[in-house]
């Protein structure tokens, strides 16, 4: 098949090894001096290696090559250790391969690696709440709750999916909550209505830039962990109905069929 592969001008290299550390694929070796395209199978053609060649040695072109192959590829980076399964991953997420990256994590998991924790981002500075997720353990209480008092429901940190890994353990047999960002200020028994044992995620339809990544990202959640079940809570304005969308797209690109329970909430605070 025809598709984009490196090149190396053996006249300029030097043999210097730059490149290798860009490719934790494992596709270049220092051979004889010179680095070299051990297999077409290793190479995803992304050109990470380009920009650490001193000596410009390194191009992307295309031609016919065996296709490349993420399983082949993650024998070799499995047994590299994990700084080098965390550099492939990076490797993969900042070009965009989100289907690579998808198998990478299906292939991890099914080798028992804690794919929660390599994938996690570095903390930042400012204690993000995406580098913080966690199960938050609730105990079942057959005590009613006194009149005036209501309890959280929440299972989990954090809730927006912008901010949510989708290796979260915590997804593992979940019983999914889609909720539209302004369902819970309209509805006043959200947690106990639609938010006891459930795990929620969050978002708007309508002001999210981009709803293609949420597809991504859902799209991974669904294809990594097994869901029990997906409820969406939606508000009834015209906009929100794209939270049904994104859901369907995202189960679409997973190769997933589920059956979704789906709420419509009018903006006076009453199911419809």
Not at 3 to 13: L, P, Y
């Amino acid at each position: 098949m025809r598709r984009q592969i490196i090149k190396i001008d053996e006249a300029k290299c030097n043999g210097c090894g730059a490149c290798i550390p860009g490719c934790p694929e494992g596709a270049l070796q220092v051979i004889d001096g010179k680095a070299r395209l051990v297999s077409d199978l290793f190479c995803d053609g992304l050109g990470a290696c380009l920009g650490t060649c001193p000596e410009g040695a390194i191009e992307v072109e295309e031609r016919e090559a065996e296709p490349y192959s993420e399983a082949i590829v993650m024998e070799n980076i499995m047994a590299a250790g994990e700084n080098t399964i965390k550099a492939h991953l990076h490797h993969l997420k900042s070009h965009g391969e989100t289907t690579f990256y998808t198998q990478a994590l299906e292939i991890l998991k099914a080798n028992g690696h804690d794919i929660e924790s390599l994938t996690q981002e570095e903390t930042m500075a400012c204690g993000c709440s995406g580098t913080h997720a966690r199960k938050i353990e609730k105990e079942e209480s057959s005590v009613s709750t006194p009149a005036g008092t209501l309890n959280s429901e929440l299972r989990q940190w954090p809730v927006q999916l912008t901010l949510l890994n989708p290796a979260a353990e915590y997804f593992e047999n979940a019983d999914l909550l889609i909720s539209a960002d302004c369902v819970p200020y309209a509805y006043g028994d959200f947690h106990r209505r639609f938010l006891k044992g459930k795990i929620v995620i969050t978002f708007c339809p309508k002001l999210d830039m981009d709803l293609d990544r949420y597809i991504d990202k859902l799209s991974q959640i669904f294809t990594l962990h097994a869901i029990k079940s997906v409820t969406i809570v939606r508000m009834e304005v015209p906009c929100c109905g794209g939270t049904e969308v994104l859901i369907k797209r995202a189960l679409e690109k997973a190769g997933k069929l589920h059956f979704v329970k789906v709420y419509v909430v009018s903006v006076e605070g009453n199911v419809i």
